[in-house]
């Protein structure tokens, strides 16, 4: 059988973020597994912070991966966003009406059902306040209901692009400072809230452990997002 052909989606223009899910995910693929990257188009939102930009670029990035055909190409979609994006609707919809059984999934759907089967309470590590409610929303929209092993939302006052491109050792510091915080509401397992974030699972252990906290399981939506896709998409084709 062919090897799997999985396109992982920045849904924003800023190539910085696709070029670091690209360093953290490469040497993760799974076996027989090839991944691609596509980043949003030029004019699309460089970053993702409320309803409006995520419509916008869910909007920008279906009418290009139609018009390069790239759902006929690749066997599964990683929406790399940390949000209920509208891309992922819109690729299940589409994909639906041609009657193809390739998933597309999101990094925010992946992250929580990891954490899920590793720890006892979760949270999530964000950026800027203007998204936590939309995470808090989606969350019970995932979950069902509210759950007792959602302890919330801790937001770093980052913006996403700045994850990538800002003063790292500010960065360094205030995503300690906001794991401690998440630590603290009782989280065993600490969920990396923004793709901007990937790589950075040892600098929240780290800033839990400093604080005298213990030990704390950190997810990366991304990396857990390529091996459910990767296990989803393999099982459409048998």
Known sequence: MADLKLLVINPNSSQSITDGLKESLDPLTPPKTRLSYFTAPSHAPAAISNIITANQTATYCYEELLKTKAIEEFDGFLICCFSDHPLIHMLREYLTEIQSSKPAIGIFEAG??????????????????????????????????????????????????ELREGDQSHIETRMRETSVKMAVMGAD????????????????????RDAGLGEVKVVDGAKAGVEILAGIARLARE
């Open 189 to 208: 397992v600490i969920i990396l809230g923004c793709a901007g974030m990937a790589g950075m699972e040892e600098l929240v252990k780290g800033g839990v």
């Open 112 to 161: 929580v059902a990891h954490a899920m089967l590793i720890g006892k309470r979760f949270g999530v590590v964000s950026t800027g306040s203007g998204i936590k409610n939309t995470l808090i929303a989606g969350m019970r929209s995932f979950l069902g209901a509210n759950s007792e092993r959602f302890a919330g939302v801790v937001t770093s006052g980052l913006g996403v692009v």
